[in-house]
């Protein structure tokens, strides 16, 4: 009920291709689906987030797509670049409770 | 301003040693956060603390312990490390009206031999 699965464990795609990552959950009281980026070395850093109230969130070249009735959730990196290169998180919570993490995909965007 | 910083970055630890991870912020958020993060199994919670004095448990609580005495600073306890204890920790804070956005430091590699 708790959990979140994330997929794929890792993607390689071509600079100015689309990637996609994709999050599932069981609990439908989740109210919030943040997604974090995390550089080699460094801490996790917000990305983009989105509450279930709406269907689909843009923020420059990131778009969460989100599915209630599936309860599924995506990011896709619109013109990746060899920058976007990082593992990302997607996460679940519900508002003043704990982020429930998925286990995370690694991102290689070669020139 | 800071923001989250941790101390130390890296450290090797025998069996049985004992050690503390230090957390400390500068945005007078409430809510502080220990995860640990291993290979293929993201990010999971050691124990949060919702305010100064306060701790409680998270997923994987096992052989940690915890103290926030002061509102800036959450330490991370481990009595007597365990191979099992080798990871990458990080520690993380929120203000309390945000939607749990949390900001985190850069954490700290631990190795136990």
């Known amino acids: 009920q708790q959990q979140v699965k994330q997929s794929p464990q890792s993607l390689i795609v071509q600079k100015g291709g689309i990637p996609i990552i994709n999050c599932a959950y069981e609990n439908t009281a989740f109210d919030y689906f943040p997604w974090y980026q995390q550089f080699p070395g460094k801490g996790p850093a917000l990305l983009i987030a989105?509450?279930?109230?709406?269907s689909e969130k843009k923020e420059g070249r990131f778009t969460i797509s989100f599915n209630k009735s599936a309860k599924q959730f995506s990011l896709h990196i619109m013109d990746s670049q060899p920058g976007d290169s990082a593992t990302y998180f997607c996460?679940?919570?519900?508002?003043?409770?704990?982020?429930?993490f998925g286990t995370g995909t690694r991102l290689q965007v070669f020139p | 301003n800071a923001g989250v910083t941790q101390t130390p970055k890296f450290r090797v630890l025998k069996t049985g040693q004992s050690m503390t991870l230090l957390c400390a912020q500068d945005?007078?958020?409430?809510?502080m956060y220990w995860y640990r993060q291993d290979p293929g199994m993201g990010l999971r919670l050691i124990h949060y603390?919702?305010?100064?004095?306060?701790?409680a448990k998270g997923e994987v609580p096992d052989g940690y312990n915890v103290s926030r005495l002061k509102k800036q600073n959450f330490l991370l306890g481990l009595e007597s490390a365990a191979p099992s204890q080798t990871s990458v920790y990080f520690c993380a804070t929120r203000g309390q009206a945000s939607y749990n956005e949390q900001f985190f430091g850069p954490g700290t590699r631990l190795t136990v031999l």
């Open positions: 603390s919702v305010g100064e004095g306060t701790t």
């Open positions: 996460a679940a919570s519900l508002r003043t409770d704990k982020l429930i």
């Open positions: 989105i509450r279930p109230d709406v």
């Open positions: 945005m007078n958020h409430e809510y």
